[in-house]
């Protein structure tokens, strides 16, 4: 039993390598699209069927128009890049609902749902559009894939601890350290470096698509000012704090630039 789980753990960390196009790296990646995508679409669907979505607003169109673009960026920043065909199985979807949540989100394979409480947040088009670039980079690096296939990781090895470990006290001590340990130690820094791979492909992607990359700091700025200061600190969020956004999305703007520029974008909205 034991060999059995160490197999199937080293044959998954082996097998499930996928580079990512942006970064040239190998990722955990086991689920492929034809496995993720249909049930995120269904899913994407049930949602929608449960909540008040807007369709024919100013808001709605600038939603769905801001989108396009967006798309349209990666898909040019990929086909230049040796990428042709990547986006073949993606649906892109864009949809605002009405909640005041500050928030906005996107599921594998491109559906995209912007929620009316962050509208004001981002403060028009070009808000939109930082909000929609770190969405849409979330799919194209396969993000969820990658944080499902970490998480059956991190089951596997909390089920080879209880079989190698056969006191039953030393088990619970394991089991109480594993479960804080690989959280904090692995799972929460992996959704992390995600969040802040996501902000820098789609401040990239949103300069190719024709919209001024400063504003992403801008954005991140009221962003914490809405916050009021009561986030987690750092190393138990998923998310990197704001600070660091801001920090990051400063020094990465000018580069974003240089990128847009190889397309021909050299002036921003």
Same mark, same amino acid.
């Given at each position: 039993?034991?060999?059995? $789980?160490?197999?199937?753990?080293?044959?998954?960390?082996?097998?499930?390598?996928?580079?990512?196009?942006?970064?040239?790296?190998?990722?955990?990646?086991?689920?492929?699209?034809?496995?993720?995508?249909?049930?995120?679409?269904? %899913?994407?669907?049930?949602?929608?069927?449960?909540?008040?979505?807007?369709?024919?607003?100013?808001?709605?169109?600038?939603?769905?128009?801001?989108?396009?673009?967006?798309?349209?960026?990666?898909? /040019?920043?990929?086909?230049?890049?040796?990428?042709?065909?990547?986006?073949?199985?993606?649906?892109?979807?864009?949809?605002?609902?009405?909640?005041?949540?500050?928030?906005?989100?996107?599921?594998?394979?491109?559906?995209?749902?912007?929620?009316?409480?962050?509208?004001?947040?981002?403060?028009?088009?070009?808000? $939109?559009?930082?909000?929609?670039?770190?969405?849409?980079?979330?799919?194209?690096?396969?993000?969820?894939?990658?944080?499902?296939?970490?998480?059956?990781? %991190?089951?596997?090895?909390?089920?080879?601890?209880?079989?190698?470990?056969?006191?039953?006290?030393? /088990?619970?001590?394991?089991?109480?350290?594993?479960?804080?340990?690989? %959280? $904090?130690?692995?799972?929460?820094?992996?959704?992390?470096?995600?969040? *802040?791979?996501?902000?820098?492909?789609?401040?990239?992607?949103?300069?190719?698509?024709?919209?001024?990359?400063?504003?992403?700091?801008?954005?991140?700025?009221?962003?914490?000012?809405?916050?009021?200061?009561?986030?987690?600190?750092? @190393?138990?969020? *998923?998310?990197?704090?704001?600070? *660091?956004?801001?920090?990051?999305?400063?020094?990465?703007?000018?580069?974003? /630039?240089?990128?847009?520029?190889? @397309?021909?974008?050299?002036?921003?909205?």
């Amino acid at each position: 039993m034991k060999k059995i $789980v160490l197999i199937i753990m080293v044959f998954l960390g082996v097998a499930a390598c996928k580079t990512n196009p942006f970064t040239g790296q190998k990722v955990l990646n086991f689920y492929p699209n034809s496995q993720i995508f249909p049930t995120a679409f269904a %899913q994407y669907d049930e949602f929608l069927g449960e909540n008040k979505v807007i369709t024919g607003t100013e808001d709605a169109k600038m939603i769905t128009k801001t989108g396009q673009r967006i798309a349209a960026a990666a898909e /040019r920043w990929l086909t230049a890049n040796g990428y042709p065909g990547y986006l073949k199985d993606y649906k892109w979807e864009y949809n605002l609902v009405n909640d005041e949540t500050v928030n906005a989100w996107c599921m594998p394979g491109g559906k995209i749902v912007f929620y009316t409480g962050i509208l004001p947040i981002c403060n028009g088009e070009t808000g $939109v559009a930082v909000v929609m670039g770190h969405e849409v980079a979330h799919a194209l690096a396969d993000h969820g894939a990658q944080r499902m296939s970490a998480g059956t990781l %991190q089951q596997l090895g909390a089920v080879a601890g209880n079989v190698v470990i056969q006191d039953e006290q030393k /088990r619970n001590i394991f089991n109480q350290a594993y479960g804080i340990g690989s %959280q $904090v130690g692995v799972m929460l820094p992996f959704s992390r470096s995600h969040e *802040t791979e996501a902000d820098r492909i789609g401040l990239q992607i949103m300069a190719i698509a024709g919209y001024n990359p400063d504003e992403a700091a801008e954005l991140w700025k009221r962003m914490q000012a809405n916050s009021g200061g009561g986030a987690p600190p750092e @190393f138990l969020s *998923t998310h990197p704090s704001n600070e *660091t956004r801001i920090a990051n999305l400063t020094e990465w703007a000018p580069l974003a /630039r240089q990128e847009a520029a190889k @397309f021909g974008v050299t002036s921003f909205q």
